[in-house]
């Protein structure tokens, strides 16, 4: 089904905004997924805030025009499935999680803050842990020398004690 041109403008306007908030644009090539495969990755990419939409070429590359992703046009040929996020790992994490249960989802390229990425960088990006992660490790490490300290005045009054009562 063709679009109008006034569809068309509607759709660039759409991803055009996307895109400015985004932080991260991944593509992949989708060649051969069933529909109900699809249909759970959108799910997935839907409960990770993640803007997951298959779109033509020519409106992906004209969406991206004068952004810090214009160089993803280059990489935009063949059946692709456009993830753009603002978390700067959510749109890599997606792709490349349904990418490892789901052979037909090819990953091609990806941008994060204007740097291109290659397959190999999309999956190092989809591996750096999520924010809360991050920092519930960073309050741990800081709880770590506090705990450290509490734990040794512990043990310095217990054997206070021992002391006193052997005495």
Same mark, same amino acid.
């Given at each position: ?6 569809? &068309? &403008? ?82 890599? &994490?997606?792709?490349?999680? *349904? ?12 941008? *994060? ?45 217990? &054997? ?8």
């Amino acid at each position: 089904m063709s679009l109008n041109l006034n569809d &068309k &403008k509607a759709v660039v306007a759409e991803v055009s905004a996307k895109v400015a908030n985004a932080q991260t644009i991944v593509v992949a090539e989708y060649r051969g997924i069933q529909v109900g495969h699809l249909t759970q990755l959108r799910a997935n990419a839907r409960t990770q805030g993640v803007y997951l939409r298959v779109l033509k070429n020519t409106l992906a590359r004209r969406a991206v025009e004068g952004t810090a992703f214009a160089d993803l046009a280059s990489q935009m040929t063949g059946p692709l499935i456009y993830s753009i996020s603002e978390d700067a790992v959510a749109a890599a &994490k997606v792709i490349n999680d *349904f990418a490892k249960t789901n052979d037909k989802l090819v990953v091609k390229a990806g941008n *994060f803050a204007g740097k291109p990425l290659d397959k190999a960088g999309v999956q190092a990006l989809a591996n750096i842990p999520s924010r809360e992660v991050l920092l519930a490790q960073v309050v741990g490490m800081m709880q770590m020398p506090i705990a450290g300290f509490v734990r040794g005045l512990a043990a310095l009054a217990a &054997k206070k004690e021992a002391e006193t009562t052997a005495a």
